[in-house]
């Protein structure tokens, strides 16, 4: 290559990486008296204060406001104690069914209970589930097995404290408040009563026409 050309590519070279370095660093320098060069703006300059930090604007000191006292998001308000957290005025676990208990209801919970508790719980809540049956193959001792659901304890629990048990957990059992909805935990809890009855029925139960298919 001739050399004048080797210099002209070298200028042209610098010119075109000078500026380029020049405006990447002012854009990553802390901002001092002099704008930085923004060539996207976006959201950039913002009046706001920092998440977690002091201010003396306010009488508390922080640059984080409280909501005001009593404040309901939209569609928040969760006024019914008994439909929302199976509770009496008396903080006692209600006993009562919120809901009307229908044939949907019932096919929902069913639906439902098949998809979160059964892994566990088993299909019929006796406690064999395919996590339960993997964990006592795998043999590691830490495993706590599921309680059968329709025995004694849990048939005796009131319908309140079964779904605080689906919505807070239970010792090794996991919540599953934040992604089964009231309502929904409200139709487990009544296909959970259903299974306890199929599980514990007598003959009784059973229609007098069809008894006979049974025997
Ligand atoms: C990841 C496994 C797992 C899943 C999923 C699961 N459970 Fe459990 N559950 C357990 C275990 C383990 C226990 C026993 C906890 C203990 O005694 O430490 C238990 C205990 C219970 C009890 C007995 C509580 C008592 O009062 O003694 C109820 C009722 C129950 N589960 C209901 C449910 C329902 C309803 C669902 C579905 C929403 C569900 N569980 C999902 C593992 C699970």
Redesign the pocket.
């Known amino acids: 290559m001739p050399r004048p050309l080797i210099y002209v590519a070298a200028i042209l070279l610098a010119l075109t990486v000078v500026p380029m370095a020049c405006i990447v660093k002012n854009w990553y320098s802390p901002v001092k008296a002099a704008t930085r060069i923004q060539i996207v703006p976006d959201m950039d300059d913002q009046p706001r204060f920092k998440a977690q930090t002091a201010n003396p604007f306010f009488a508390d000191g922080r640059a984080m406001r409280p909501w005001p006292a009593g404040t309901v998001p939209r569609g928040m308000l969760r006024e019914d104690g008994r439909l929302y957290r199976a509770i009496e005025p008396d903080s006692t676990f209600t006993t009562a069914f919120p809901l009307p208990v229908t044939e949907s209801l019932l096919s929902r919970g069913r639906e ?2 098949d998809i ?2 059964a ?3 088993g299909l019929g809540g006796a406690g064999d ?1 395919v ?2 049956r993997r964990a006592e193959a795998l043999q590691q001792g830490t495993w ?4 059968d ?1 329709a025995s004694e ?2 048939v005796g ?1 009131s319908s309140g ?2 779904y605080q ?2 919505t807070n957990g ?5 919540a ?1 408040g934040h992604q ?1 909805p009231p309502e929904d ?1 409200w139709a ?2 009544a296909y ?1 009563r259903a299974l306890q009855r199929a599980r514990n029925a007598t003959l009784d139960d059973v229609p007098e026409a069809n008894r006979r298919q049974l025997r």
């Open positions: 439902r209970f979160y508790c892994t566990c719980h589930g996590t339960h706590t097995p599921p309680t659901l304890t849990v629990r404290h079964l048990t689906i239970l010792r090794t059992m996991p599953y089964i935990r487990i809890v959970v």
